[in-house]
């Protein structure tokens, strides 16, 4: 007879379950060390954020105040007489520029300066004022 060998294997009373989950503690471990991993991360993309809007603010004060510039110079070759001081202009949005002109009949210095008005009180205060550009213009003929 080609019978099959049964061989039973008792244990000391126990038996042995595999644990199909997590335990509470353990739960209650990852999610700490969840939460303390997630705290700098959270930080320095804060962090991150405010450089990035700082940067773009500076940025775009550097456009503004180059566009400026580029402005008085064109218009300078046949109105080199004007007075280009300006004591505070609108750009665009929260963006204000100011045109400081020294008058000199000869050699002028033209002083663009361009900041985002963080307090909306329409004027730049010295702290508000992002970047300033500068330039001589010459009197051509």
């Not at 595999?18 to 962090?47: D, M, N, Q, R, Y």
């Not at 500076?58 to 402005?71: F, H, I, N, P």
């Not at 001081?85 to 008058?103: F, R, T, W």
Request: charged share 20%; proline share 1%.
């Amino acid at each position: 007879m080609g019978g099959k060998l049964i061989i039973l294997i008792k244990t000391c009373g126990h038996s042995r379950r595999k644990s199909a989950g997590l335990t509470l503690i353990e739960v209650i471990v990852a999610s700490a060390l969840l939460v303390l991993a997630i705290i700098p991360i959270l930080k320095g993309l804060t962090t991150v954020h405010s450089h990035t809007v700082m940067i773009e603010q500076r940025t775009m004060s550097l456009v503004y105040a180059q566009a400026k510039l580029d402005d008085i110079k064109a218009r300078s070759i046949y109105g080199y007489s004007s007075n280009f001081a300006n004591s505070s202009y609108v750009i665009s949005g929260h963006y204000l520029g100011k045109v400081e002109d020294n008058q000199d009949p000869n050699l002028r210095t033209i002083t663009v300066s361009v900041g985002y008005d963080i307090d909306d009180n329409n004027s730049l205060s010295s702290d508000e004022i992002e970047v300033s550009l500068a330039t001589y213009l010459a009197k051509r003929w």
